[in-house]
């Protein structure tokens, strides 16, 4: 059964939802926000992609799975199950939705009792719930990717220690990194690998500036670390330190290879788009067969 919900007008300045959506190519801003409508008043739906879809996007020639999981990956919605049964819940519901008090009580499981109880062995990584806590890795004894042996046992200072894969560096990013649902430290290190020492420093360094833009920002879900360092987002974040003309010289190349890919400029991370007014992109840089593309991008970013 659908319901009325509230939408906000911050909600169409989703830079994080847009961002998907250009990404994937799916339509993720309007399901998610129909999403709503079918949620109960505890923000949890049962995961049925073809009904869903049949309430929400009747018209639009659209894989709806594709679409549940894509929200799923990023954080926007959390998927559980329950007694072969699979179901849904929005994290963020009860900062954004008021309810009705003549609305019926939710009969469908609690997420949190679910999760509690649930080992997370189905992934190689550890689960992390909506309130921020982490549960525990794998099967007892399965060796994780790092070398560490996942599970629990009854006394953690006893369990036998294994050398790490991960470097120094990269562990110490990744603590400092805030966590987010499904989130992958082996993708996250092999973009790690990728970047030289100078852009791993500005990587880790840019963390705090990115931590205290979501504190301002509750209502945006956290990036996963493999797209903060794969999409090279924390540029953005690192704005604020202090960096010298070369490497910001260097910079550009990477920058505009990436918007021509994906035919998206930000401009939140690097300003105006070439042909705006204080753009810093150096000119001998862009090419003539960019031509007017420049300026569809920069609507859409």
Same mark, same amino acid.
């Given at each position: 059964?659908?319901?009325?919900?509230?939408?906000?007008?911050?909600?169409?300045?989703h830079?994080?939802?847009?961002?998907?959506?250009v990404?994937?190519?799916?339509?993720?801003?309007?399901?998610?926000?129909?999403?709503?409508?079918? /949620?109960? #008043?505890?923000?949890?739906?049962?995961?049925?992609?073809?009904?869903?879809?049949?309430?929400?996007?009747?018209?639009?020639?659209?894989?709806? *799975?594709?679409?549940?999981?894509?929200l799923?990956? #990023?954080?926007?919605?959390?998927?559980?199950? *329950?007694?072969?049964?699979?179901?849904?819940?929005?994290?963020?519901?009860?900062?954004?939705?008021v309810?009705?008090?003549?609305? *019926?009580?939710?009969?469908?499981?609690?997420?949190?009792?679910?999760?509690?109880?649930?080992?997370?062995?189905?992934? #190689?990584?550890?689960?992390?719930?909506?309130?921020?806590?982490?549960?525990?890795?794998?099967?007892?004894?399965?060796?994780?990717?790092?070398?560490?042996?996942?599970?629990?046992?009854?006394?953690?200072a006893?369990?036998?220690?294994?050398k790490?894969?991960?470097?120094?560096?990269?562990?110490?990013?990744?603590?400092?990194?805030?966590?987010s649902?499904?989130?992958?430290?082996?993708?996250?290190?092999?973009?790690?690998?990728?970047?030289?020492?100078?852009?791993?420093?500005? /990587?880790?360094?840019?963390?705090?500036?990115?931590?205290?833009?979501?504190?301002?920002?509750?209502?945006?879900?956290?990036?996963?670390?493999?797209?903060?360092?794969?999409?090279?987002?924390?540029?953005?974040?690192?704005?604020?330190?202090?960096?010298?003309?070369a490497?910001?010289?260097?910079?550009?190349?990477?920058?505009?290879?990436?918007?021509?890919?994906?035919?998206?400029?930000?401009? *939140?991370?690097?300003?105006?788009?070439?042909?705006?007014?204080?753009? #810093?992109?150096?000119?001998?840089?862009?090419?003539?067969s960019?031509?007017?593309?420049?300026?569809?991008?920069?609507?859409?970013?």
């Open positions: 059964m659908s319901r009325i919900r509230t939408i906000k007008p911050e909600f169409f300045k830079e994080e939802l847009f961002d998907a959506e990404e994937t190519g799916l339509p993720l801003r309007l399901s998610f926000a129909g999403l709503w409508t079918q /949620c109960d #008043r505890e923000g949890r739906f049962v995961w049925r992609p073809r009904q869903l879809k049949a309430d929400i996007l009747p018209y639009d020639d659209v894989d709806f *799975s594709r679409v549940l999981d894509a799923a990956t #990023r954080g926007f919605i959390v998927k559980y199950a *329950s007694a072969d049964r699979s179901f849904g819940y929005v994290p963020s519901w009860n900062r954004h939705q309810i009705n008090n003549r609305e *019926s009580a939710s009969s469908l499981p609690n997420p949190i009792d679910i999760i509690a109880k649930t080992d997370a062995s189905a992934t #190689r990584h550890p689960r992390v719930r909506h309130d921020g806590k982490v549960e525990g890795k794998g099967k007892e004894g399965k060796e994780e990717p790092n070398g560490s042996l996942s599970g629990t046992s009854p006394d953690p006893q369990r036998p220690k294994a790490s894969n991960y470097s120094e560096a990269f562990e110490a990013f990744w603590l400092a990194y805030p966590r649902p499904n989130m992958s430290k082996v993708k996250a290190f092999d973009g790690w690998k990728k970047l030289t020492e100078p852009e791993r420093k500005a /990587c880790h360094d840019a963390v705090s500036a990115y931590r205290s833009f979501l504190a301002s920002k509750p209502d945006h879900p956290t990036m996963h670390a493999a797209t903060f360092i794969n999409e090279r987002r924390f540029e953005g974040f690192a704005a604020g330190i202090a960096t010298t003309a490497d910001e010289d260097a910079q550009w190349p990477k920058r505009l290879a990436y918007a021509r890919s994906n035919k998206t400029w930000s401009t *939140s991370m690097w300003g105006p788009g070439p042909g705006q007014r204080g753009c #810093r992109v150096p000119t001998d840089l862009l090419n003539e960019d031509g007017d593309g420049w300026r569809e991008w920069e609507q859409a970013a």
